[in-house]
């Protein structure tokens, strides 16, 4: 069975379980107009996806399906129509009607209860994700946890194939470059495991869009904080829920976008590049003194 069916199976049987910031004087004004906007967007990318050695980003190649487990009926709609809503305005696609669901928000009370049961009965949940890994979610005292769930294939789409050997080996007709890889990821789902402790005062669109952002871009360093210019500050050590963005910022949007759109085939530095362009390119759209 492959990865992407066992994840598929293990997801259906699963039961029903900005700071409003001041208006800016003339002199920010100023200020914005005159600073590097690729610098500005290095600085932002480089807080939300800390570089690391070869750390290629996945995207989905099948549509967007959002689940959530543990909400009230009603709360789940509004979240999963907001999480549907964003993903269409940044040009992520999203499946109609029913899907199997490949964003999945699990509000529990305990967050380490759940991932200990993955590990015991859901492990599709948890592949891709070493011992160091699991041991540092569980040992967390944050009460929001996440991870993608991804594979990798040839760059033109052909699957890695396993010998009796029991190596993974790839035949593609994509021959190698100092630009691309003969592989790309793919991502195959994402998890966002958040306590109810963590809920208090949070609105149904807070959680949407964390849930939507952080599930595309999930890789995260111990000692990085998101920025408060991005909805994944939501849940920052000491930030109130009323004090943190009420919705995706407009450089979340930029981030989707590029998320969106960027070649999951370029080696990791050439992807970085191409992503912080496209986010500059994005952010010259957005009025100066609404960024």
Do not use: H
Request: hydrophobic letters at 40%; a positive charge.
């Amino acid at each position: 069975m492959s990865l992407a069916i066992a994840f598929a199976a293990a997801v259906s049987s699963l039961g029903p379980v900005p700071v409003a910031t001041p208006a800016p004087t003339d002199q920010a004004i100023v200020v914005e107009g005159v600073r590097d906007p690729r610098r500005r967007a290095s600085d932002f990318l480089d807080k939300v996806i800390p570089p690391a050695m070869d750390a290629r980003l996945g995207r989905f190649e099948d549509p967007l399906c959002p689940g959530a487990i543990g909400l009230p009926p009603n709360l789940r709609d509004e979240v999963l129509a907001r999480i549907r809503t964003v993903a269409t305005a940044t040009s992520i696609a999203v499946s109609g009607g029913t899907c199997t669901p490949n964003l999945l928000l699990i509000v529990v009370s305990d967050k380490n209860e759940m991932i200990e049961g993955m590990r015991r009965k859901r492990q599709a949940y948890l592949y891709g994700l070493g011992p160091d890994r699991l041991g540092r979610m569980l040992k967390s005292k944050t009460p929001v946890v996440s991870w993608q769930v991804t594979d990798v294939i040839g760059a033109d789409g052909l699957p890695l194939r396993t010998d009796g050997d029991g190596f993974p080996r790839l035949f593609t007709t994509v021959p190698p470059s100092r630009l691309t890889d003969t592989t790309r990821t793919r991502l195959l789902a994402g998890v966002v495991i958040v306590e109810t402790r963590a809920l208090e005062r949070v609105s149904t669109r807070q959680i949407a869009d964390y849930a939507l952002v952080r599930t595309l871009s999930p890789i995260q360093r111990r000692d990085a904080q998101p920025p408060v210019s991005s909805v994944l500050s939501l849940f920052n050590p000491g930030v109130k829920p009323e004090d943190a963005p009420q919705s995706v910022t407009w450089w979340d949007v930029a981030l989707l976008r590029a998320l969106a759109s960027t070649r999951s085939d370029l080696v990791a530095s050439l992807q970085r590049r191409e992503l912080r362009d496209m986010i500059v390119k994005e952010m010259a759209k957005v009025p100066i003194d609404r960024r």
